[in-house]
Structure formats: structure tokens, C-alpha cells
């Protein structure tokens, strides 16, 4: 089946470490955007892809990082410039030219700092 | 710049009652509006859009929402509520193009549904 897939979906982390979480889609899909979700804040978009190799900030990138390596991969890194990581982490993609206007998401991450 | 509100962070119904989620936007330019749900600890499902075309827009599980331009609204309604309606859903807008998947979303609205 064509899908999302983010993986791990609870993540641990100690305070001052990196962490990562992965993004893979076999929709063929050439965009690729990441999202954080607070209680009662909706979702603010962290960066996105429109095409392999090339990737843009969003609204709240700073202590985050990505790679675009691979069409079907988005891994976002959570690193430990980010003063508040602890939320749940939305990955979407969608075609980028023409096609379906609205984001595919995934089943989401959610990250714990301990 | 585009923004989204959703007017009621909580929303309470009874089973079989009419369900309206309110949604108000801003946009520079004509948009694609978007109504999600999602269920705990999941993703979020597109449940319908409004691109270009008719203002009235049908979606999955017998939700609907009309395109109102001078009002600015994109209004989700359901004539009955079901309790597998209770999930949180949200607002979206996006420019449309290559800007499309670049949606700004409401803070969402929680559907709580009474037996």
C-alpha cells in the first residue's frame, strides 16, 4: 500500500542530545514537509522539499535540520538547539506540480525530552 | 500572507445533533481551503477541499462545507452527529500551485459528542 511512514512513533530523549526521526513515502510524491504539533497550536510547519537535494525553513526551523537525499526520504533531525523539542512531529508529502492540492500525512512521532 | 481561525477550541454535541465547526481565513490570493480531522495519537485525514468550481464541497463521513468568498468562511457542517465523529479537526489554507502543500492551519477544534 502507498503511504507515509514515520518511524519510531514515541521517541526518548535526554536533554543535550540530537536525535532523529524518519520520513519515508512511496507515493512518489516530489514535496516533502515536516510539522510540529502543540496542544491547542495546530501545526507549524518546520521545513519542507520541494525536490530532491533542495529544502527551505519554515516557520519555526531553528534547532532543527533536514536532508533530502532520496526522493522517498525526509529525516528531520532534532537537535539540541531546540529549547522545547517535546511534541508531536507530522511528516506530509504531496505531489509538486499540477496533481492533488493537499498534504498526505503520516501517522506522526512523538518526542519526549526526559 | 494567509492565516486561519477557527472560532471554539471545544465544540459539544449530542448524538444525532447538527455538527458546525467554524472557519474563518485570510488570503492574498484565491485559496484552496481544507478541512482535516484527526484521532489521537495519529495523522491527520483529509476529510474535503474547496480548490475552484462549486462552493459547496462534500466530503468523507457525511461532512460538507461551503465556500463563502465575502464572508471569508469555510463553515464544516454534519446534519448528525455520530460518536465516531469525536476527533479534533482542523483548518487549512494554502496558496495553490507549488505553494499548495504549504498550508497555514487553524489551532483546531475539538469535537466531543454526547450519547
Known amino acids: 500500500d502507498g503511504g507515509i511512514t514515520q518511524s519510531p512513533k514515541y521517541l526518548f530523549r535526554k536533554e543535550g542530545q540530537n536525535v532523529t526521526l524518519s520520513c519515508e513515502q512511496n507515493?512518489?510524491?516530489?514535496?516533502m514537509y515536516w510539522y510540529r504539533q502543540d496542544p491547542g497550536q495546530g501545526l507549524r510547519l518546520i521545513y519542507y522539499?520541494?525536490?530532491?537535494?533542495?529544502?527551505q525553513k519554515g516557520d519555526i526551523a531553528e534547532g532543527y535540520s533536514v536532508s533530502r537525499e532520496k526522493k522517498e526520504s525526509f529525516p528531520l533531525t532534532v537537535t539540541s538547539a531546540q529549547k522545547n523539542p517535546t511534541a508531536f512531529y507530522l511528516c506530509?508529502?504531496?505531489?509538486?506540480?499540477?496533481?492533488?492540492?493537499?498534504?498526505?500525512f503520516g501517522q506522526g512521532t512523538r518526542l519526549t525530552v526526559v | 500572507a494567509q492565516s486561519v481561525t477557527q472560532l471554539g477550541s471545544h465544540v459539544s454535541v449530542s448524538e444525532g445533533a447538527l455538527v458546525l465547526l467554524r472557519c474563518n481565513y485570510s488570503?492574498?490570493?484565491?485559496?484552496?481551503l481544507f478541512w482535516y480531522v484527526q484521532y489521537p495519537n495519529q495523522g491527520l485525514q483529509l476529510l474535503l477541499k474547496y480548490t475552484t468550481g462549486a462552493t459547496l464541497v462534500k466530503g468523507i463521513n457525511g461532512f460538507e462545507a461551503e465556500f463563502k468568498k465575502s464572508e471569508t468562511s469555510f463553515h464544516l457542517t454534519k446534519p448528525s452527529a455520530h460518536m465516531s465523529d469525536a476527533a479534533e479537526y482542523f483548518c487549512?489554507?494554502?496558496?495553490?500551485?507549488?505553494?499548495?502543500?504549504?498550508?497555514?492551519f487553524g489551532d483546531g477544534t475539538t469535537l466531543t459528542v454526547k450519547p
Open positions: 488570503s492574498s490570493v484565491p485559496p484552496y
Open positions: 487549512a489554507v494554502s496558496e495553490g500551485g507549488t505553494n499548495a502543500g504549504k498550508s497555514t
Open positions: 506530509a508529502s504531496r505531489p509538486s506540480l499540477g496533481g492533488v492540492p493537499e498534504a498526505f
Open positions: 507515493l512518489n510524491h516530489d514535496a
Open positions: 522539499s520541494q525536490i530532491v537535494n533542495d529544502f
